[in-house]
């Protein structure tokens, strides 16, 4: 294991990917823990360029960790625990942060190799939520999201975080305006179906098409009058009428289960 | 509308309530925003006694909030926006700080008051999480919850944030060990059901019995082997197998569905 010493003005460098506009400049971004490094070697969306080890964990674990890299050419880095505490983006650092690349990429490039479920968010400004649907959709095997123009950076530290490790399975792609999702949704043949707190279809009696986007709007606001209009349906957790909302992840993993039970079933009666 | 303004030792003393031992010690937590006012005016577990408002949120909504509290005597403060950046536990205060009246109450006071379905939650350690669980519950119409011993506090600031208003329509109760949930059980006649990340029943394919208390456990490490020993049946949320795991308010939420379309159902057939 070839471990080098942190310069400062890598140091430097790396504090400045908690900040989106350098976190897009640079397409890197950061990630913390070994549960997160293993889940980040799994995938291949975004390369673990660096892996940065305070040394204590380099003492105790360096040797699982060079391990599970392999012989790639992942460059290991070690700095103190106070160090670390400047580089990470959590009030108790593990003492493994992992610099990872990350682009934004554009809707079009989800042609010819779009799954039979795409997730588009509209205007999701909670980072933890993000995360949470990451997490959630990929427990039920969806893997495509497309995030529209105003969304939360997906590579946000809170994101990641909340995601536990499920960003690095996860594919996002970014649809720059309504249209392009229409466009899209059109072209490849995909039912539009929205989400709303309250009128929807119940999702109970929801018949999902073989191809749908799932469309879901903002903690507060939810989706937009124009979303609305381009929807083939609109669907609805039932509730007892006492609570005023659900929180957004929770509604939307509800939802993800329901159309994994009808998708389960079609399959075993297809 | 009477308003006094803020005394130093009142600003000290509100201050205090940040933590969970001046809480305990007060029985007094602290909710913010006029959307948490209504509700906690529309329950009667968690009475608001003071109401603080920052200058300009009185002048532009006192009229609406003097409305709200119509003839009750809850006695309301004024004070600058700078005092109230430090009473407020937000990073954006709204300007309306709600100090209310909550003690813990032992499971023993649930007896002959316990409906249908009872949430047991062990060693919850994420307060946002205990929120999200809160409002999930009551958007199924589910009101009670027992927490273990070693639970995050109900009144923390970011439960109560988290539970967007639904704490002040939610019952909680304190077991004081895992014998005092068995033996309500028992005498109570309630099936005991453990939710477990893998291998437990479908829930899909599980029949909820007509008195149910369900067991959540904690985030990382799940319900320990003693409770697990204790339930009658133990259910999973079934997944594609690519996550390592469900964020814990998401897959509670699912639960949450699944069992009040049960109900719903056997209320239709029966």
């Known amino acids: 294991m070839n471990i080098a ?3 400062k003005n890598r140091i430097k460098e790396i504090r400045k990917l908690h900040l989106k506009k350098y976190r897009q400049k640079a397409n890197l971004f950061l ?4 549960n997160c490094l293993e889940e980040a070697l799994k995938g291949t969306m975004y390369p673990v360029r660096e892996i940065i080890l305070s040394e204590d964990v380099l003492k105790k674990k360096g040797g699982h960790i060079s391990d599970l890299i ?18 990470s983006t959590e009030e108790n650092p593990q003492g493994v942060l992992l610099v990872c690349g990350g682009t934004c990429v554009s809707i079009e490039e989800l042609r010819n190799r779009a799954s039979d479920t795409i997730i588009y968010l509209h205007e999701i400004s909670d980072p933890g ?14 893997h495509q999201f497309v995030l529209g123009p105003d969304c939360v950076d997906q ?10 490790g499920a960003l690095f399975r996860i594919e996002v792609y970014r649809s720059a305006d ?3 999702l229409y466009r899209f949704a059109g072209d490849e043949e995909y039912s539009l179906t929205a989400a709303v707190p309250l009128k929807g279809t119940e999702i109970g009696k929801w018949r999902p098409k073989k191809k749908e986007i799932l469309m879901l709007g903002q903690e507060t606001h939810g989706l937009s009058p124009d979303l609305l209009k381009m929807a083939d349906c609109c669907i609805s957790v039932p509730g007892s ?20 039970c009808f998708r389960r079933n079609r399959e075993k009666s297809g």
Chains 1, 2 share one sequence.
């Open 241 to 260: 009428g006492e609570a005023e909302s659900l929180n957004l992840a929770s509604s939307a993993s509800i939802i993800f289960y329901v159309l994994s």
């Open 178 to 180: 309504i249209n392009s």
């Open 5 to 7: 010493p942190l310069s």
């Open 70 to 87: 392999a012989s790639s050419d992942i460059q290991i880095y070690s700095c103190s625990r106070h160090v670390m505490g400047e580089l």
């Open 31 to 34: 990630a913390e823990g070994i």
């Open 129 to 142: 939520n993000l995360g949470t649907l990451f997490r959630s959709a990929l427990w039920f095997g969806f």
């Open 155 to 164: 590579f946000n530290s809170k994101t990641v975080r909340a995601s536990a």
